[in-house]
Structures are given as structure tokens and as C-alpha cells.
């Protein structure tokens, strides 16, 4: 599903902007999570109310990952490579400890 999402991004990012695709892919990431609790209300747990929420999650969120990253580094082009390193130690490390803090 991200790999479809961001087939489609590209094409639109062409006419709308970086800034407009992740707004479209929080509100459908909004939708998504709506979708699970309403279904949830309604039919209980099942799995069509589950999967197609879920599919439209992943869906919206290969909008907004991709244009998340490119939009957080865009002020650090000269050291692109950097930035992304440390955000990548940044969230390892994260990882990390919370995984010891669930352990505990």
C-alpha cells in the first residue's frame, strides 16, 4: 500500500506541493482512525472494520512519511546526509530505551 501512495504522490506532488500531500495524508490517516473507532462502535471487532481502516492508514501515511522527511531536511540541504543520520541515531536510540522501559 505505501508503494501505491507514493506513486500516486508523486504525480500529484508535481501540482500541488509537498505541503499539500502530507495535509491529504494526515486527513486521511484522520480518517483512517475515525473509521477504526466508528466501526469499532458499530460492529464490534471484525476484520473487514479493521483491514480496510488499517489499508487506508498505510495508504495515507506513504503521503506523509516521505513528505515529512523531505520537509525536515530542506532547511539542512548543504548537509542533508548528516541531519539524516542523526535523526536515524536519534530514533534507534529511542527504540532502544523504550524497549527496556516495557521490558521493566
Known sequence: ???????????????????????????????????????????GISFIGVAIPIILLYFG??????????IAFTPFGHIAGYANSIYSFMQLCGGALLSNLVLL
Open 1 to 43: 500500500m505505501l508503494l501505491q501512495a507514493n506513486l500516486i504522490k508523486i504525480g500529484l506532488m508535481l501540482w500541488y506541493g509537498m505541503q499539500s500531500m502530507l495535509r491529504i495524508g494526515l486527513i486521511l490517516t484522520f480518517i483512517a482512525g475515525m473509521m477504526l473507532i466508528i466501526t469499532n462502535y458499530i460492529f
Open 61 to 70: 501515511s506513504g503521503f506523509v512519511w516521505p513528505n515529512a522527511f523531505a
